[in-house]
């Protein structure tokens, strides 16, 4: 290990800058987390790349910082980060691209890695006496490239991406097996077929190039520097809060909501604060966290009472309800982006597009009428004009009067039941994209040629219920996914035991499988008016997972034992086996306590049906007696 120094400029609280020397220490043996690696490299751990790729990926910042969407495209795999990357992510490129690249590189499916590139003995670049910080992380991201081509071997070619031409004639003939290209160049050798990437990165392309261009005339103030708007919020001259737009009045009304009662410079708050039209919003989007200083009292308005036509924005006359004057502000920074994917349309006529003013640009309408106009570089714009789109805002710029963004994909054409029902998903932020193959391999089949049979090692760890309790389902009409299901019994000392049964669904699914990050994503199974999207795949949620009636399953069960006023005297928690004897339906269990006719409730459960008249009888007074006894339970809780 050797000791050295590390000098920093850190800015302090107050907007000082200040000189730090911290030690920095360089180790040989930092691992590469490459699953090529010949050395003795302790590569442990999800985060490796793999072995089955042409190439290894190494993005300098700005690539990283530019080209981060491209970058998470699932078929681009085998990207190294360097340390150097993920330091310039957090520092120079905002809160809400870093945790973007975390997500990333938490995600095992997309086989990338980090390089501590920083920290390692033969890889590190101090920074040379007037060397500019950019020509510094540019060196440091080719020297790490260049170690690692030498790390592993020459048994893979390195491709560095970078974006700065003079990086590419500098660095680029220095080592074979070693390229330095930029991100267009890259995609058009590797990945010539992959359209959806090629067009993200026209639309990325000129929406920085548009960045680029100033008009020299703005449409909004600057935001005040960070420093002093967190200096502001402790002093109570500014105050934070998340935005949200009203959206019978998108263009001129907003409000910040206050996470709790706040305290002003001169004012105690315990309202939202009123933000009055498009420039004291000052390019805030809904969702987005702003900081908002107040007006005067003298310039409080009070809240609209007046319904506008959202697709032009305006209304013909203002009715202001100026009974109730409420704290009225402005927005002086944006403190966190919440942007999202947008669902958005085309304009009907080229002027509303805005083409005449900017050629090569077009302006589309969210789906939400919150969000204003994004305008987009995109060459499909004749062909999608009748087509629903997804698009992500990249910036908003104080002398642009719309936000810039980019084309991600079309949803299909407007008024489709399918494209209607994904613009539905993303505006919920509902993913939907089919399990992977890899994610369906980690689980068990249960087909005729390979059924699925249960462990005897598992059986026995595991509590048998299927011989000694009545267990049951209640559900809607229709119900594929058993997830639950209720017993009840007598016990010897004349105490009733209650149990619920959960399906053991952390048999199947281990932590931090493939399974289990798509399920944590996906949070939950989406049902809507014709169809449902799981959260798990059907061999789980519909079959291993569901507990069916008259099949064996594997569950998690509380059982208690309740006294006959129905106070609980004891509780056991564990895993069990269980085969559930009924499935029934809410209106059916309701016709067993409303004592219907006999045929009539036979015929409303099924398994009653296929036996002879005398057992169907006595079935069905042991579930009455169950279906009561749960009644009496739940009047009693209530």
């Known amino acids: 290990m050797i000791k050295t120094e590390k000098h920093l400029r850190l800015k302090t609280g107050t907007g000082r800058t200040v000189r730090v020397v911290r030690e920095h220490y360089l180790r040989d043996d930092v691992s590469c987390n490459s699953r090529l690696c010949l050395a003795d490299c302790r590569n442990e751990g999800p985060g490796l790349l793999p072995k089955d790729v042409t190439h290894y990926i190494v993005p300098d910042c700005q690539v990283t910082r530019d080209y981060l969407e491209i970058l998470e495209f699932p078929e681009i795999k085998g990207v ?23 997500t990333l590189l938490r995600d095992p499916r997309q086989e990338c890695a980090v390089f501590a590139n920083e920290f390692q003995q033969y890889a ?89 261009k100033s008009t020299g005339s703005k449409e909004y103030k600057d935001y005040l520097p960070v420093e002093v708007v967190e200096a502001g919020i402790k002093s109570g001259r500014y105050l934070r809060g998340n935005l949200q737009v009203n959206k019978h009045r998108a263009q001129q009304e907003a409000f910040v909501r206050m996470a709790s009662s706040s305290s002003g410079k001169d004012v105690e708050l315990h309202t939202d604060i009123l933000i009055v039209g498009m420039a ?14 107040l007006l005067p009292r003298s310039e409080w308005r009070g809240r609209s009472t007046a319904i506008t036509d959202n697709t032009e924005g305006v209304s013909s006359e203002s009715e202001e309800d100026t009974s109730s004057v ?42 939400d009428y919150r969000i204003p106009k994004i305008r987009i570089s995109t060459r499909q714009a004749d062909q999608l004009k009748d087509h629903r789109i997804v698009v992500r805002i990249d910036s908003w710029e104080a002398d642009s009067q719309y936000p810039n963004g980019h084309f991600v994909r079309s949803l299909g054409r407007s008024g489709d039941l399918e494209t209607e029902t994904a613009a539905l998903l993303v505006e919920n932020s509902i993913s939907v994209v089919p399990f992977s193959e890899g994610q369906i391999k980690e689980l068990p089949t249960n087909t005729e040629e390979s059924p699925w049979v249960m462990q005897p ?42 149990g619920v049964h959960i399906a053991d669904v952390t048999y199947f699914v281990r932590p931090n499988s493939l399974t289990d990050l798509e399920a944590k994503a996906r949070a939950t199974t989406v049902y809507l008016a014709d169809r449902r999207y799981d959260m798990l795949p059907s061999i789980l949620s519909a079959d291993l997972c569901s507990l069916l009636g008259s099949v064996d399953r594997y569950a998690m069960s509380v059982l208690w034992e309740l006294d006959n006023n129905y106070e609980v005297l004891d509780v056991w928690y564990g895993r069990t086996i269980i085969r559930s004897a009924y499935k029934m339906f809410y209106e059916a269990a309701q016709a067993v306590h409303d004592r219907k006719p006999e045929e009539e409730l036979i015929q409303n459960i099924p398994e009653l049906q296929e036996l002879d008249p005398d057992t169907a009888r006595n079935r069905l007074e042991q579930i009455r007696w169950a279906v009561d006894s749960l009644m009496d339970i739940a009047d009693h809780l209530r």
Request: charged share 25%.
């Open 280 to 293: 004291l919003r000052n390019r805030a989007v809904h969702g987005d966290t702003v900081a908002v200083e």
């Open 80 to 102: 190294l980060f360097t340390g150097t990357v993920i330091h310039s992510m957090q520092h120079q490129a905002g809160r809400r691209a870093y945790n973007r690249l975390r």
């Open 326 to 367: 409420m704290p009225t502000g402005k927005v002086v920074s944006v403190m966190q982006r919440n942007w999202r994917d947008y669902v958005c349309s085309f304009a009907e006529d080229e002027e509303s597009q805005g083409q005449k003013k900017n050629p090569g640009k077009v302006l589309v309408i969210p789906y």
């Open 124 to 212: 590190y670049c101090p920074r040379e006496h007037g060397e500019t910080l950019e020509q510094w992380q540019a060196r440091s991201t080719y020297k790490a490239a260049e170690w690692y081509y030498n790390h592993l071997a020459g048994q893979i070619p390195v491709v560095v991406l970078s974006e700065d031409p003079q990086i590419q004639e500098d660095y680029g003939p220095v080592t074979p097996g070693v390229f330095v290209v930029n991100m267009g160049e890259y995609l058009n050798n590797f990945w010539p077929d992959l359209r959806a990437a090629h067009d993200i990165y026209e639309s990325l392309l000129a929406g920085l190039q548009e960045k680029e």
């Open 457 to 498: 090692e598992e059986v026995a760890k595991r509590r048998d219920l299927r011989h000694t309790h009545l267990i049951f389902s209640i559900d809607p009409v229709g119900c594929e996914d058993v997830d639950d299901t209720l017993s009840i019994r007598r016990l010897p000392n004349g105490h009733l035991e209650l």
